[in-house]
């Protein structure tokens, strides 16, 4: 199985600064017939469930503000939001969906 | 409006077992992967189970094959999980996922159903 590892586990940024959370997989995600990178971002507020941020590693879901970007290829990806808003307090997963799906551990993003 | 509603969720002794379902609507339900994801108490999310469209092929974590079955009756519009041989580690809120069109990422939850595995 695709092991999928977030870091950091937890962190705090100040209102208005940007926040950036890494997840890397145990092995590529890049599927070479579409050069697509089969990755997902989730957004996840206490009590709710999931909400898609990201997919294709950086596409942005619709309805999504455009402070929320992907980036990455192969093993290596990242979460930005480039100015913290107080209602992006909440867990991150990436999700892997290249072999069966596996989900990271998350990263707790607070307000500093 | 697409809505995903869980229910079957409740407490149950170790070794029982529990059927959960879910209700789909608002899209076409026959076109979607559908799968079950859960999440232990404060733990993070785990996939448990993801099934095609047609229902002709099924996918499970490692930790549940054997015991959950997932099916699905697109005449319904509705998802089961069949959980056998419970054990406390399956303790956890289980939500259905609709699957992106012909994708396993998942773009519609549902509010998750209460799964408690004690004695």
């Known amino acids: 199985d695709i092991v999928m590892t977030q870091s950091p586990d937890s962190l705090a940024v100040s209102l208005g600064e940007r926040a950036t959370i890494n997840c890397k997989s145990s092995?590529?995600?890049?599927?070479?017939?579409?050069?697509?990178?089969?990755l997902a971002w989730y957004q996840q507020k206490p009590g709710q469930p999931p909400k898609l941020l990201i997919y294709?590693?950086?596409t942005r879901e619709s309805g999504v503000p455009d402070r929320f970007s992907g980036s990455g290829s192969g093993t290596d990806f990242t979460l930005t939001i480039s100015s913290l808003q107080a209602e992006d307090v909440a867990v991150y997963y990436c999700?892997?969906?290249?072999?069966?799906?596996?989900f990271g551990q998350g990263t707790r993003l607070e307000i500093k | 409006e697409v809505q995903l509603v869980e229910s079957g969720g409740g407490l149950v002794q170790p070794g029982g077992s529990l059927r959960l379902s879910c209700a789909a609507s608002?899209?076409?339900?026959?076109?979607?992967?559908m799968s079950w994801v859960r999440q232990a108490p404060g733990k993070g999310l785990e996939w448990v189970a993801y099934?095609?469209?047609?229902?002709?092929?099924?996918h499970y974590v490692d930790s549940v094959k054997g015991r959950f079955t997932m099916s699905r009756d697109n005449a319904k519009n509705s998802l089961y999980l069949q959980m056998n041989s419970l054990g406390v580690e399956d303790t956890a809120v289980y939500f259905c996922?609709?699957?992106?069109?012909?994708?396993?990422?998942?773009?519609?939850w549902g509010q998750g159903t209460l799964v408690t595995v004690s004695s």
């Open positions: 999700q892997q969906y290249y072999n069966r799906v596996t």
């Open positions: 608002g899209f076409t339900f026959s076109s979607h992967w």
């Open positions: 099934i095609k469209q047609d229902g002709s092929e099924t």
């Open positions: 294709w590693a950086s």
């Open positions: 996922a609709r699957g992106y069109t012909g994708f396993v990422f998942f773009d519609f």
């Open positions: 092995q590529s995600i890049l599927y070479s017939s579409n050069n697509n990178n089969y």
